[in-house]
């Protein structure tokens, strides 16, 4: 069903799923909160993702995870969170498919490129300097 999305749709539903998890003050208060997008008839369901880590976020039922960035990891991206910068992954399968962070109030969606994981921390760190 995601693949029925057009990328404006696709662009729309990240957007809002990453306000949905920074309005929340726990990943508790994401519980009984679905979100659900009509594609071409069909309805798109994401839930909320619990974890041990106790970060907010959204699954669907294909695997694709859209989960707050850890600030207490010591990679150039939990610094990022620790200093207050709103930011999440998007993940299926293990791989990370985006970086996704709001500067300016505007939300900064940065695809991944697996040859060259510098390249989104660059691209970061170039918004977050503006």
């Known amino acids: ?52 880590k106790n970060l907010r976020g959204f699954i669907h039922e294909s695997g694709l995870l859209v989960l707050e960035q850890n600030p207490n990891k010591g990679s150039w991206c939990g610094k990022i969170a620790a200093e207050g910068v709103e930011c999440v992954w998007i993940m ?15 939300i900064h969606i940065l695809r991944t490129n697996p040859r060259n994981r510098q390249e989104t921390e660059d691209r970061a760190h170039n918004i977050l300097a503006k």
């Not at 990453?18 to 839930?47: C, E, H, M």
């Not at 299926?92 to 505007?106: A, Q």
């Open 92 to 106: 299926k399968s293990g791989s990370y498919l985006s970086f996704v962070i709001r500067h300016n109030n505007e």
């Open 1 to 52: 069903m995601l693949e029925k999305l057009t990328g404006k749709q696709k662009t729309a539903m990240i957007k809002t799923l990453f306000g949905r998890i920074f309005a929340a003050t726990t990943p508790q208060d994401l519980v009984g909160n679905l979100f659900k997008i009509n594609a071409a008839g069909d309805t798109v369901v994401f839930k909320p993702h619990t974890n041990t």
